[in-house]
């Protein structure tokens, strides 16, 4: 990989794409970053750009001398976004910088998906790449639609390679979309929906950097790698690793399902005739409700991906980051 110099990273001001900025910086590379509204720290070896990701002209001038595209921004799943900005985003936003990394003459593309395209994967069921998708809301539609996007081009006569990745349930230092979930349950303010017994799939941040770096070395074009963690948990398991990593329980009370399902959709449509992010919402609920198990057997054979942290070691590093950092 040491040929991949001159990396271009959309989406660099997130979660992910921090750590994966970081990652690249730390192996020598040079990085150009495209950001839209948040600010990202001057460092030596990287240059940061104002745009949007609709911007062709833009991306097509700037992707020019590249070795590789790291396409990560996306439209998240807050309720206050509607669904038109949803797809312009995340499926017409990921048209247009596919097409322009083409034109510009880039030979290799990772971009990254969602696990929401699969939608429900079945009781019982682990999900491999060929598991059919259902994708279930707006934000997982939109991402189905990129995804669909990316593999057109990738099978295409472009000459851009292009590996796409899904995500397991991503946690770490410093993601704030995780936390929310840690903080109620180390504040004991988190009172488990249903059973709990929905199944996904953590991974801890920097093992999905090592699966993606590996996705850009040995990666095939035009396939799916799922990069996920070592182990498919419940996500009653799931909190109550949490739990234990915070030195607390959760307590033994369950709410029922369509009670809560039906308080989500109210206070979703409550709190956004003022523009505001509802407490809960039914984006918030797929997680205990929309099972995702992955299966990285695929990414195993073939990259050579293994994560090295499981879901409790992984939250005890995570929780004692919170507390350095004056988080928790």
């Given at each position: 990989m040491n040929e991949l110099r001159r990396a271009f990273v959309t989406g660099a001001s997130g979660f992910i794409g921090g750590h994966l900025v970081h990652a690249l910086l730390e192996e020598g590379w040079a990085v150009k970053v495209l950001a839209h509204s948040r600010t990202i720290p001057s460092q030596p070896n990287i240059t940061v750009l104002r745009g949007e990701i609709t911007d062709r002209s833009l991306l097509e001038k700037e992707l020019r001398g590249s070795d590789i595209l790291f396409h990560l921004a996306s439209a998240l799943g807050a309720s206050l976004i509607g669904e038109e900005e949803f797809y312009r985003i995340n499926a017409e936003g990921t048209g247009v910088v596919l097409a322009a990394a083409e034109a510009a003459g880039i030979k290799r593309v990772i971009h990254f998906s969602s696990a929401g395209v699969l939608g429900q994967v079945d009781p019982g069921k682990v999900a491999d790449e060929n598991y059919p998708l259902r994708?279930?809301?707006?934000?997982?539609?939109?991402?189905?639609?990129?995804?669909?996007?990316?593999?057109?081009?990738?099978?295409?006569?472009?000459?851009?390679?292009?590996?796409?990745?899904?995500?397991?349930?991503?946690?770490?230092?410093?993601?704030?979309?995780?936390?929310?979930?840690?903080?109620?349950?180390?504040?004991?303010?988190?009172?488990?929906?249903?059973?709990?017994?929905?199944?996904?799939?953590?991974?801890?941040?920097?093992?999905?950097?090592?699966?993606?770096?590996?996705?850009?070395?040995?990666?095939?074009?035009?396939?799916?790698?799922?990069?996920?963690?070592?182990?498919?948990?419940?996500?009653?398991?799931?909190?109550?690793?949490?739990?234990?990593?915070?030195?607390?329980?959760?307590?033994?009370?369950?709410?029922?399902?369509?009670?809560?399902?039906?308080?989500?959709?109210?206070?979703?449509?409550?709190?956004?005739?003022?523009?505001?992010?509802?407490?809960?919402?039914?984006?918030?609920?797929?997680?205990?409700?929309?099972?995702?198990?992955?299966?990285?057997?695929?990414?195993?054979?073939?990259?050579?991906?293994?994560?090295?942290?499981?879901?409790?070691?992984?939250?005890?590093?995570?929780?004692?980051?919170?507390?350095?950092?004056?988080?928790?």
């Open positions: 994708p279930v809301d707006t934000y997982d539609k939109s991402k189905f639609e990129g995804e669909k996007i990316a593999l057109a081009r990738a099978t295409g006569p472009s000459g851009t390679g292009i590996v796409i990745i899904r995500p397991g349930w991503i946690y770490g230092p410093g993601d704030r979309r995780t936390f929310k979930l840690i903080k109620a349950i180390a504040k004991k303010r988190f009172l488990l929906v249903n059973k709990g017994e929905t199944l996904q799939t953590p991974c801890y941040i920097d093992d999905l950097i090592r699966g993606t770096l590996l996705c850009a070395e040995k990666g095939r074009d035009g396939e799916i790698y799922h990069i996920a963690g070592p182990e498919v948990l419940t996500v009653k398991e799931i909190c109550e690793t949490i739990a234990a990593a915070g030195d607390t329980s959760i307590p033994g009370i369950r709410l029922p399902l369509w009670p809560i399902r039906l308080a989500a959709w109210k206070l979703g449509l409550l709190y956004r005739l003022f523009r505001k992010e509802a407490p809960l919402t039914m984006g918030k609920l797929a997680f205990f409700v929309h099972p995702k198990p992955l299966d990285i057997g695929k990414a195993r054979r073939e990259l050579g991906y293994e994560p090295q942290l499981s879901f409790e070691n992984g939250m005890r590093q995570t929780f004692d980051w919170l507390r350095s950092n004056s988080w928790l």
